[in-house]
């Protein structure tokens, strides 16, 4: 009995002393992996109507009686970037942006699809070269204002979107990187336009730091054919040239933006979503400016102005044919506690719509309080 209970004993304590060895094993994988996102709640409201629900797209009436408060949290985010350390990485990251109520009638709510992919890819290097395959940014130049809006004026001068693509960079120096892609010819995820043109898009793009400024310079060609009744199969020549800079003045102030001239700019967050076919491919230009004020302490300010501005003589007069969207915004940030940061944000929006009676001007006063908690 006394050699049983022996025995026993020093199998528990073999046990004891195996267990943490083996759980040390299992937790040592062989990528690292970061997890990451932040928290973000919103509660917006508009004096008249604003057209994309959580969004802030263009003005849609100046009636009083559709005017909206939203309150959201669709802005959360969270997200993964894995790599082996030297060679490969990887990153994939979601939010909840996408479809948030599909209605199977008036009193049956539908599925939701709210969970949306913003990136997923997968990057080898070689030496100065980079291969990027899957979901990430188009190579539109990577400034924005500093809205707390999800859109970040979109269809307002600030030209952004992602795109499943293949990307091939090439790093000169510190300071010089040049990059290639073939990207999915359409932000609509379905088959459609640009899917059926049977073509890539081809995106190309040249980046220079000069001290700590950067300026970036981007070019993009791609095409459409069309798939509604009366132009069906008409092509439509998706075309590009868009400037990017970042210029930090000193170390208070720094100075931010994008200048764009293109046509048929819908894939970009541009034009304000006007395409065209045909002898009618709608041409625009437009760009946006944002000024950060960052003093010591918790408190910083932004200042923008952003303006989007398609040519007018290929836009037929119509109820809803949008001819020019400009938007200005000032927002203050406090980061409370140095982990939550809130911000309060007000904007004037003035959408330009041609009529068959002529121009109609439609303004709107957007006001958004933020709460963001990054981990």
């Known amino acids: 009995m006394r050699k049983i209970v022996s025995s026993a004993a020093i199998l528990a304590l073999a046990v004891c002393c195996a267990l943490p060895i083996a759980a040390q094993e299992t937790a040592t994988g062989k990528y690292k992996v970061n997890f990451y996102g932040h928290i973000k709640s919103d509660f917006a409201y508009d004096v008249h109507g604003a057209a994309g629900d959580d969004f802030m797209l263009y003005v849609a009436s100046e009636k009083d009686s559709e005017r909206d408060f939203r309150a959201s949290a669709r802005g959360t985010r969270f997200g993964l970037d894995i790599t082996d350390g030297d060679k490969v990485s990887a990153k994939i990251e979601t939010d909840f942006m996408g ?3 599909s209605a199977i009638s008036s009193t049956t709510p539908g599925p939701t699809a709210d969970l949306r992919i913003r990136h997923a890819y997968v990057t080898l290097k070689a030496g100065k070269f980079e291969i990027l395959a899957g979901q990430t940014w188009h190579l539109t130049p990577l400034e924005f204002s500093g ?3 999800e859109l970040a004026l979109g269809y307002s001068g600030v030209l ?50 000069v001290g700590k400024a950067k300026f970036t310079l981007m070019g993009a060609a791609g095409q459409w054919r069309s798939t509604a009744n009366g132009t069906m199969g008409k092509k439509g020549d998706v075309l590009l040239a868009d400037f990017g800079y970042n210029i930090p003045l000193n170390s208070m102030f720094t100075l931010n933006g994008q200048i764009w001239t293109g046509q048929n700019l819908y894939d970009f967050m541009g034009g304000i979503g006007n395409m065209g076919y045909g002898a009618n491919e ?24 952003g303006v989007d501005n398609p040519v007018d003589d290929k836009i037929a007069a119509a109820a809803a044919a949008k001819t020019k969207n400009t938007t200005i915004l000032a927002n203050a940030n406090c980061l ?32 958004q309080l933020s709460f963001k908690f990054p981990f």
Do not use: C, M
């Open 160 to 209: 952004w979107y992602r795109a499943p693509q293949l990307r091939l960079t090439y790093k000169a120096n510190d300071n010089l990187t040049f990059a290639a892609a073939a990207v999915r010819p359409t932000r609509k995820l379905t088959d459609a336009e640009g899917t059926a043109s049977g073509l890539p898009q081809g995106q190309v793009q040249a980046q220079l730091k």
């Open 99 to 101: 479809l948030s109520e």
């Open 147 to 149: 809205t707390n809006n």
């Open 282 to 305: 709608v041409k625009a230009s437009g760009g946006f400016a944002n000024l950060l004020i960052k003093p010591a302490g918790r408190f910083f300010f932004n200042a923008a102005y």
């Open 336 to 367: 409370v506690y140095e982990k939550v940061t809130v911000t309060l944000e007000a904007a004037q929006q003035v959408t330009e719509y041609k009529l068959a009676t002529g121009y109609d001007n439609r303004d709107n006063l957007h006001y």
